[in-house]
């Protein structure tokens, strides 16, 4: 029982700032992005390509940096996950290069394995839901996967899918 009571205190001290460390590293990178979001197209295009992880704050943030390219260009994107042990919730903000500005943030928390965060943007002039699900994780892969909602979270679309999976660093003969 004392093992027990120790285990939980535990993890209740170390709160969710290191939900997100099972993705520290660099990752092969697969993405399959809706070209016209909320347009009623079902077309997709394919990017692959890396995203490398790192922890910063010891793992109370975290700095990814996507670099993905397919028949439709290159993506290159940074997200800043910063965690708040106050709400016990992460903020997900994403930049694009192209755009320069960080978006409004995603904001949610792990659960069973599976990590959801919600938020709000503006597509093309008008205010939709944004649900961001991280799930399938495992020591070596992950998914992700952005839908956007126009009737408050009754329906959503999916418009972003990302499969990674890890790189791994051959040994250092230094060592």
Known sequence: MNALCLSVLALAALGGEHDFDFEIGRWKTRVSRLVRPLTGSTT?????????????????????????TGP???????SLRLYDP????????YSSRRSGTLGPPTIGAFKNGRGEFYGQET????????????????????????????????TWEVNWIATDTRIREPPDPAR
């Open 72 to 78: 439709a260009g290159r993506i290159e994107g940074l």
């Open 86 to 93: 106050g709400a016990r919730q992460w903020s997900l903000h």
């Open 123 to 154: 597509i093309d002039g008008r205010a939709v839901l944004v649900r961001f699900v991280i799930s399938d994780i495992g020591a070596d892969s992950c998914r992700f996967e952005q839908a956007f909602s126009e009737d408050g979270g009754q």
């Open 44 to 68: 997709w295009t394919e990017y692959e390509g890396t995203s490398v992880v790192r922890k910063v704050w010891d793992g109370g943030a975290n700095l990814v940096e996507l670099d993905v």
